[in-house]
């Protein structure tokens, strides 16, 4: 086991670090992490639950975090975030819905969405460019939550019933890795789970929408997608399972090589078990890294088979831009891990 020492960032409470092995760095946190973005090299951000929220701008040597207090006084948790590439969003699960923004070299935040809706529960966020952002939540008054950003976040308008496919009975969303939205180009990719697990697809950054049936286990509450991943327009990879099962490797990994018209399952019985989060590697699509809280398992052949790596619990994955550092955060922990020396040992 890794030895930990007390690391003296910048904010509130310092972060502790765990002294390395050759590939692996860890850092304890004060809350559980669902979502976090590389916005450069060394630029790492985090938002977590109980209002939690933290960046590291030298890849971990210093860390400055603080709890965000909403302006009804309450700790919203966060378990989407993203960057728009000039300011930072993080939207919260639950009844009342937040959305904050923040420069990227500062953590003060700006809250310019409110939900107060009963069944509001918002699940993933990402961006089509500056301007253009999605946010997507479980169903309200009989459909699917899409939310939607013309003016870089300022707005956000919930797309009306009759625009979005129409919702299944049973079907939501996991706020597990904020994994259930994909962006390349201008498509974008929604995936849902529970009774019902679809991809409801956007070529014309949001304006139409279609959904698309998926060949992943469903039918009960905690299956369907978690987490999906586009390497490039054609090449996508979805991963879910049973989340009550988490052993169950059937049924659970798909993959599309046209865009998310089909899909067809993978590595079926052999693969990981439940995950929350798949991802591509930035440079070679063919290596992709799937985590959960049962583990760490790595691909190097685009998914169609697979490596246990490690037993460390996290719930979400990103790679830093040049592909060389694999950044994890699950329950109050951080780990950064060098890539290149995790697949070497395969």
Not at 40 to 63: C, D, F, K, M, P
Not at 231 to 243: D, L, M
Request: one cysteine or more; proline letters at 5%; a negative charge.
């Amino acid at each position: 086991m890794n030895q930990c020492i007390p690391l003296f960032g910048l904010g509130l409470v310092a972060l502790s670090a765990c002294q390395p092995k050759t590939t692996w760095q860890t850092w304890e946190a004060p809350s559980a992490i669902r979502t976090l973005d590389v916005l450069a090299e060394g630029h790492i951000r985090y938002a977590a639950a109980a209002g939690w929220v933290g960046q590291t701008l030298n890849q971990g040597e210093t860390w400055t975090q603080m709890q965000w207090m909403a302006p009804d006084s309450t700790t919203p948790s966060f378990r989407s975030s993203a960057s728009n590439g000039t300011h930072w969003f993080a939207a919260s699960i639950a009844s009342p819905a937040w959305i904050a923004q923040a420069p990227l070299l500062s953590l003060a935040p700006t809250w310019v969405h409110h939900d107060t809706s009963s069944a509001v529960f918002l699940d993933a966020m990402a961006w089509w460019n500056a301007e253009e952002g999605l946010v997507f939540g479980d169903p309200v008054d009989g459909c699917l939550t899409l939310l939607e950003t013309r003016d870089a976040g300022q707005s956000w308008q919930r797309l009306s019933c009759d625009d979005v496919p129409q919702h299944t009975p049973g079907e939501a969303g996991f706020a597990a890795s904020n994994g259930n939205i994909c962006i390349q180009g201008d498509t974008a990719w929604v995936f849902t789970g529970g009774v019902a697990s679809r991809c409801l697809r956007s070529v014309d950054r949001g304006h139409h929408w279609e959904a698309i049936g998926l060949p992943i286990r469903q039918g009960e509450s905690m299956t369907g997608v978690f987490g999906a991943s586009f390497a490039n327009a054609k090449q996508g990879v979805a991963i879910g399972g049973h989340w009550e099962h988490p052993d169950d490797n059937v049924d659970n990994l798909i993959a599309s090589s046209d865009g998310g018209t089909s899909w067809t399952p993978i590595a079926d019985g052999s693969g990981p078990g439940y995950r929350s989060c798949i991802q591509h590697h930035p440079k070679r699509s063919q290596e992709i890294v799937a985590v959960g809280f049962k583990g760490v398992d790595v691909s190097l052949d685009g998914g169609q088979t697979w490596k246990h790596v490690n037993d460390t619990n996290a719930y979400v994955a990103r790679f830093a831009p040049e592909g060389r550092i694999l950044w994890l955060a699950g329950k109050d922990r951080i780990h950064r891990v060098d890539w290149d020396n995790l697949t070497s040992e395969l």
